[in-house]
DNA sequence: GCTGCCTAGTAAAACGTTTTACTATACCGT
DNA sequence: ACGGTATAGTAAAACGTTTTACTAGGCAGC
């Protein structure tokens, strides 16, 4: 069959017609300079051949991949999985690929991964790893590179992003606890200094504080999340506060760990204790008592963050203003969360 | 800053040596053919500029993009994201990209997606969807491409693959209930073609009457496994088959909404009834109780398909035998499934 | 009959590599 | 002094596009 890949040149010698008016109609830039006969010649024998423009070529040409790479945190994380499947169609109705990694929220992988790709894709969205304030800068104002920052950003310099509003989220999650009859109220987080998890505390700290009550604090570090070691932080933090009557968790990681020691202590949920975590995963709908959650948009999200960067590399170099979004997450009031007064009638 | 991209050219210029030698250097060719003072001049100016060469060119000149797209059924199900994170990692240390998509199991939307891609990356990396045996067999026997198939398989013709030994899991899971003392062992699978549905269920049937016990089944349409149509079958079948102690599902999707069911209809497990499904997912063992699966080797899956598709193509065009892997499943046994005679005694 | 301006199209350079075939010099054995 | 060969390097074509600047011819206006 057809072995060999086909060129414009090859049409060109084919049709008898000049390889600049093929490119021409190729790219729909025929309108007002090629005839509509030659035009129909040139689309018919296209169509016949299947041909196809090297993308390599048109990219040394042109100086554009018409690819971006999504860095996340975690690929296989179910929360960036579903941003980049989303992502994805989008890129594609727009003509561009999805490249994707994952940082593990490593500094020196992540640069090494920059540097791999740079000059390679158009734009990088990511979700840079803690302490990557200067490389990003960096990335963004030295190496001039089409950046859209997710999940995090930074306050010090601009630069274009999509995030949660964590503050406000964090809030809701207290009052939810609150309207429920709780007064013992705790935080579980991460010792880190990414925005989300330091607006999440400092939500939870500002509710807390209105409403007048005393703050109960756990900070995990950042490698101990999914492991045994935070089971046991988690267990203790729990035994030394007896009186906790509900928890926020700050990432649905931290969750699923708390929800173990809480298995295993067989505490009761929502009796004994209340649960709120951030993140919507299915594990919480389906687990018994189903957990409340304040849930991320994740459509929105993704459709914001690929328009946006599209968006970007569509206004050329026109300065564009930078484009932020923040947008709010939602509580998910679940079994978790039930009413300590109507605990008795139920 | 450096603003501009430095290129081969603007070296040689600069150090006044040829293109060539700077291009041997550059691809660790220069070996035999130019002088240690040269090579090491070379090198340090590169360092020094950071020069990168220009991937576009590369893939012009040699006709090699560097890249794989892996067209997954749906890159946000946690098990092709788990497999799309360890392939990347191994396909970066290899100098290659990865592209991702989603097949959404539609015939239409495959093919759609491989036009684009096809010649665009080295090779393909594929769970091909519903009726595509002719489409696959095109792909690889007239267009040439590349292509690793993944998950499932087609018996007609040769291709690589690397699956799940299906029929063994199946087995197994049937096994691992009649030893724990059941004897009505039903099976919950979806009405397809596709190989791993197929093998599933006839593990399961071969062990059944094996065992010489009466067979449960029941087939959902493709659409509607998360539905609550499919919640609905599944309820209605476990009422019209009463004396059903266990229930086979043939994905974990499937069993999700079966635990939906099983949860609604305030069936005990595994007093009333033992479950295990196919495919491992943290929901699982965090449900209650822990829900017993038929496990896939993630890592082992991800390793033999990057390993397998680099080595393809690696290899040239000395046409290779094809490449084959199936691997066993694991059948890991949580509270799901204890045995009927321990019951009284917890 | 000349200028100017359309229309329909083309030639050729450029993008940044890789690779083949070549050259210039030196040395060595006889 | 000569051929042979090894060493160190280079010139130039090719990959397949896009795009700028051009042309050939026709026609309108005067």
Redesign the interface.
């Known amino acids: 069959?057809?072995?060999k890949?086909i060129s414009m040149k090859d049409i060109s010698k084919e049709l008898g017609i000049s390889i600049t008016t093929i490119s021409f109609i190729v790219n729909n830039k025929a309108e007002n300079k090629i005839s509509k006969e030659v035009i129909k010649k040139v689309e018919d024998y296209i169509q016949k051949v299947g041909y196809?423009p090297?993308?390599?070529?048109q990219?040394?040409r042109t100086g554009k991949?018409k690819?971006i790479v999504f860095m996340a945190e975690?690929?296989?994380?179910?929360f960036f999985?579903?941003i980049?499947?989303q992502m994805?169609?989008i890129a594609?109705k727009n003509g561009y690929?999805?490249?994707?990694?994952?940082t593990e929220n490593d500094r020196e992988r992540t640069l090494e991964?920059l540097?791999?790709f740079?000059?390679?894709v158009d734009a990088f969205i990511i979700t840079p790893p803690e302490n990557f304030e200067n490389d990003l800068r960096k990335l963004i104002y030295?190496?001039?590179q089409t950046v859209m920052v997710f999940d995090r950003y930074f306050k010090n310099f601009k630069h274009n992003y999509v995030v949660l509003e964590n503050f406000e989220g964090a809030q809701k999650a207290v009052t939810g606890f609150y309207e429920s009859g709780r007064r013992n109220i705790a935080f579980v987080g991460i010792d880190s200094q990414l925005s989300p998890l330091v607006e999440r505390h400092e939500g939870y700290l500002n509710m807390i504080n209105k409403l007048q009550l005393p703050a109960y604090e756990l900070f995990l570090k950042f490698d101990q999340v999914k492991t045994p070691t935070g089971m046991a932080a988690i267990s203790n933090f729990l035994e030394e506060n007896p009186n906790i009557d509900s928890i926020l968790f700050a990432t649905n990681n931290l969750a699923?760990n708390g929800?173990?020691v809480i298995?295993e202590k067989q505490i009761k949920i929502p009796e004994d204790l209340a649960i709120i975590s951030f993140d919507e995963r299915?594990?919480f709908e389906?687990?018994?008592p189903p957990i409340s959650v304040i849930a991320q948009p994740i459509s929105e999200l993704a459709k914001e963050l690929i328009n946006g960067t599209l968006e970007i590399l569509a206004s050329k170099k026109e300065k564009m203003h930078f484009f932020t979004k923040i947008l709010p997450g939602e509580l998910i009031v679940r079994d978790s969360l039930h009413k300590v007064k109507n605990l008795s009638s139920s």
């Open positions: 069959m057809k072995r890949k196809k090297n993308s390599s070529a990219s040394l991949s690819s975690d690929i296989s994380d179910p999985s579903a980049a499947k994805e169609e594609f690929n999805i490249i994707y990694c994952s991964l540097t791999l740079k000059g390679q030295e190496d001039q699923i929800l173990r298995r299915d594990v389906l687990y018994s």
